[in-house]
């Protein structure tokens, strides 16, 4: 099992453009997250996903984010225009029903100048 | 105040020595998660408790539901075992409805010195 997969794992980008995580999770899961993490506030949910639907986005900052999960086997995370406070480390992770243990991806970690 | 808080915040230790980490919540939970996040960055899950006490190795996780407070215990730590160790709560199905929601503590930097 090659566990959660996250592209690209380091991104560097100028404040304004568009920036695009990707994910893929465990084969099987059904539930999808995406948390971000910083010095200052540590880890936080942005968004999760069951069976491919979003279910709480109250984590994602602002319209500037967004995220899709058009199947079971992909998920985005955008940020469209970024700002430097985006910089951050983004992960993605993902469970099974009926099982709390959540299995993390290795990170994308952000950049914005 | 943030609704899971652990102590210390930073913890060196010699290797061998006997090592606590606690994490204290304040909002009604299904679960409790002790995460490890090694310095190349990547997440591990330890341990999932919703009561009583589990053991895998030399890292032991009690929780107390009535006092909301867990431990994370690791004997005879070894260098390998320098982490930040992540106490994450999942709400209750009372907690604003989104019950699958992981609340976060600040994280406890561990080093261990041989």
């Known amino acids: 099992d090659a566990g959660v997969i996250q592209s690209p794992r380091h991104e560097v980008t100028e404040m304004g453009q568009e920036v695009t995580l990707r994910c893929k999770p465990i084969s099987g899961h059904n539930s999808l997250f995406w948390y971000r993490q910083t010095m200052m506030r540590g880890l936080e949910l942005l968004i999760y996903?069951?069976?491919?639907?979003?279910?709480?986005d109250s984590g994602m900052p602002e319209d500037r984010f967004s995220a899709k999960m058009p199947n079971a086997s992909f998920s985005t995370l955008k940020i469209q225009p970024s700002e430097p406070r985006d910089s951050a480390v983004y992960f993605c992770?993902?469970?099974?029903?009926?099982?709390?243990?959540?299995?993390f991806g290795p990170g994308t970690r952000l950049t914005v100048l | 105040k943030n609704e899971v808080e652990q102590s210390p915040q930073n913890l060196t230790a010699q290797e061998g020595e006997f090592i606590t980490i606690n994490c204290s919540y304040s909002v009604g939970i299904s679960a409790l998660h002790w995460l490890q996040q090694h310095p190349g960055g990547g997440i591990v899950s330890l341990f999932m408790?919703?009561?009583g006490k589990k053991k895998h190795g030399r890292l032991i996780a009690t929780i107390n539901i009535q006092e909301k407070h867990s431990s994370l215990h690791i004997t005879a730590s070894h260098p390998r075992d320098s982490a930040v160790y992540i106490c994450a709560v999942k709400g209750g199905s009372h907690y604003g409805g989104a019950t699958n929601k992981l609340i976060f503590g600040t994280g406890t930097l561990l080093a261990v010195q041989p």
């Open positions: 408790l919703s009561s």
């Open positions: 996903f069951n069976n491919n639907v979003p279910i709480d």
């Open positions: 992770a993902s469970r099974t029903s009926g099982r709390s243990e959540q299995f």
